[in-house]
């Protein structure tokens, strides 16, 4: 939340996306796409995007004194020189879920937190499912609180271990969502699967 905070208060109108990916998923995303990973093997990444009308050398300034203001929050930062370089990058944010979906078998969660409560979702998801060969996902828009946590399982033949893995999942992840006061529809919408859990965001008015 503190990135968020600051690069609003740097980039202002110029600030275009802060997108939010863990390791897992853009290993997974590189690993279909055969691409080397151009920004480190780290824990979690954040991508900032600015756009806007001015120069490209007084964005670079801009984004520069971000990266500054920053420091205290990051162990390492890419700035992209090139449009071929932010190609890259942004191609393995927008490369997960085909990724997932060659992978195997992938149970999806489409919720909304408050950006401080994403690595604790993401750690207790995976161990309610690591031990069944789960890995989960965690990747989504910071400004916006929306966090895509999928669990993936390799193939798409066990049924057996994808029952065990979606009953770790539900209503798990519902409560979690519920307790932190946040949305379990957030920028999918609910759709068919989950009809049964959205009283743990929605009041019954807002439901009817």
Same mark, same amino acid.
């Given at each position: 939340? +503190?990135?968020? %905070?600051i690069?609003?208060k740097?980039?202002m109108?110029?600030?275009?996306?802060?997108?939010?990916?863990?390791?897992?998923?853009?290993?997974?995303?590189?690993?279909?796409?055969?691409?080397?990973?151009?920004? &480190?093997?780290? =824990?979690?990444?954040?991508?900032?995007?600015? +756009?806007?009308?001015?120069?490209?050398?007084m964005? %670079?300034?801009?984004?520069l004194?971000?990266?500054?203001?920053?420091?205290?929050?990051?162990q390492?930062?890419?700035?992209?020189?090139s449009?071929? %370089?932010?190609?890259? /990058?942004?191609q393995?944010?927008?490369?997960? +879920?085909?990724?997932?979906?060659?992978?195997?078998?992938?149970?999806?969660?489409? /919720?909304?937190?408050?950006?401080?409560?994403?690595?604790?979702?993401?750690?207790?998801?995976q161990?309610?499912?690591?031990?069944?060969?789960?890995? @989960?996902?965690?990747?989504?828009?910071?400004?916006?609180?929306?966090?895509?946590l999928?669990? @993936?399982?390799?193939?798409?033949?066990?049924? %057996?271990?994808?029952? =065990?893995?979606?009953?770790?999942?539900?209503?798990? @992840?519902?409560?979690?969502?519920?307790?932190?006061? &946040?949305?379990?529809?957030?920028?999918?919408?609910?759709?068919?699967? =989950?009809?049964?859990?959205?009283?743990?965001? =929605?009041?019954?008015?807002?439901?009817?």
């Open positions: 939340m +503190s990135c968020l %905070q690069a609003k740097e980039l109108t110029n600030l275009s996306a802060v997108e939010f990916m863990d390791y897992e998923s853009a290993a997974l995303a590189l690993n279909h796409s055969g691409s080397s990973n151009p920004l &480190g093997e780290y =824990k979690y990444y954040i991508l900032i995007e600015m +756009s806007g009308n001015q120069e490209e050398s964005m %670079q300034e801009h984004m004194s971000l990266l500054e203001r920053l420091e205290d929050h990051y390492d930062g890419v700035m992209c020189d449009e071929a %370089q932010k190609e890259a /990058i942004w393995i944010r927008e490369g997960i +879920s085909m990724a997932a979906s060659t992978y195997g078998m992938t149970f999806k969660f489409d /919720i909304s937190l408050e950006s401080d409560d994403f690595e604790e979702i993401i750690l207790l998801t161990e309610k499912v690591g031990h069944l060969g789960g890995i @989960v996902l965690g990747h989504g828009h910071i400004g916006d609180g929306n966090l895509h999928n669990t @993936v399982m390799q193939g798409f033949d066990d049924l %057996q271990t994808a029952k =065990k893995i979606r009953e770790a999942l539900n209503p798990f @992840v519902f409560d979690y969502v519920r307790e932190k006061g &946040g949305s379990i529809s957030a920028e999918h919408g609910i759709g068919q699967l =989950k009809t049964e859990y959205l009283g743990h965001s =929605k009041t019954q008015p807002m439901i009817n």
